[in-house]
């Protein structure tokens, strides 16, 4: 009974103060850097919720990690430019966008690591994800102005991505709905395309202005909405992917390549070590926070089960310049950013 007066007590006297509603905020911060080396660059990270791990890709090699330990589960070589990881649990596969040598997707076992074969895509084959509602793997070709799509029961020796659909600029990621929509940025223009995947053909395209360049998305389907991150002029653009209406434009750091969205909360990681955490409250959308995380952590991926971040990251030689300086060999590491 003491302590229940005592927790009264305590919380009128936050209340009066004004500081209780500090208490409906989500706060996230830094809990954890793994250091994990190795040679290579990185681009996109994608979680496997379910089995505590992500995967990160390592220019000619892509890497596994154990998301609590940071371990190097399994390491899986063979490429020219990795770019992004896709996978698709109920088959146990997972599809790996290769940029460089003519394009190619490589599919591998997601239990034994082992790759299964090499499909020919697009040049710069970037950014892929996959979208459950249509059984669709969808994948952006950067200098083929296309998306392929297909199934991920696909041949991985002999199969086919079939015939892409032309975008009309230059994409950079994608997000899909899960009912046959999928909104891709073009880079290059300043636009969301939207592709009816049934029809296979784009049906329109919607500026970001105020922001520019757009380069990472996320999806919130329930709330009809898409996030994304543009690095000139840097903002975080909130559309409506019913009418391509900008509900928001928030700013954001320098040099974004990734936007994610979990639980009423959308984040953009920026190359400066920024993450922004912004979310919605009474029909507003404002920036809930900053994060100051490590410089060149540009890209990420969110666990929506145990609530953490992995933004990959490493050291840069001294004096390095640039918009991507060489990096210290061996200095590769992932900072883990955690909600409290």
């Not at 459950?132 to 199969?159: C, K, R």
């Not at 009809?224 to 391509?244: A, E, K």
């Amino acid at each position: 009974m003491r302590l229940t007066r005592s927790r009264v007590v305590f919380l009128s006297a936050l209340l009066v103060g004004g500081v209780l509603p500090g208490f409906a905020q989500t706060h996230w911060s830094v809990t954890n850097t793994f250091h994990v080396g190795g040679e290579g660059g990185w681009d996109y990270v994608t979680v496997d919720a379910p089995r505590h791990r992500f995967f990160v890709t390592r220019g000619t090699h892509t890497q596994a990690i154990d998301e609590n330990s940071g371990t190097v589960l399994a390491d899986i070589p063979g490429r020219n430019r990795s770019h992004g990881v896709a996978l698709v649990p109920k088959l146990g596969r997972g599809f790996i966008t290769d940029g460089g040598g003519g394009g190619a997707i490589f599919v591998f076992d997601m239990n034994t690591y082992k790759v299964l074969g090499r499909i020919p895509t697009m040049p710069d084959s970037d950014g892929i994800i996959y979208d459950p509602g249509t059984d669709l793997v969808l994948a952006v070709s950067g200098d083929g102005n296309a998306l392929m799509a297909f199934h991920p029961n696909i041949d991985p020796s002999n199969g086919n991505v079939g015939s892409p659909i032309q975008l009309g600029g230059s994409p950079e990621f994608l997000a899909a709905d899960g009912t046959g929509k999928a909104y891709i940025n073009l880079a290059d223009k300043n636009l969301i395309a939207v592709v009816d995947l049934h029809a296979r053909k784009v049906i329109a395209r919607w500026p970001v202005a105020p922001g520019g360049h757009p380069t990472g998305m996320a999806i919130d389907p329930a709330h009809h909405r898409i996030f994304i991150g543009c690095r000139s002029p840097q903002r975080l653009i909130v559309m409506n992917t019913d009418s391509g209406k900008i509900e928001a434009a928030l700013p954001i750091g320098a040099g974004n390549d990734a936007v994610r969205f979990s639980d009423g909360q959308a984040f953009a990681s920026c190359r400066d070590g920024s993450l922004t955490v912004a979310s919605e409250s009474g029909g507003k959308f404002s920036v809930e926070q900053t994060v100051k995380t490590a410089a060149g952590a540009r890209t990420m991926g969110i666990d929506r089960m145990t609530h953490k971040i992995f933004l990959p990251t490493a050291q840069t030689e001294p004096g390095a310049t640039g918009r991507r300086p060489a990096m210290k060999p061996g200095s590769f590491e992932v900072v883990v950013v955690s909600r409290q």
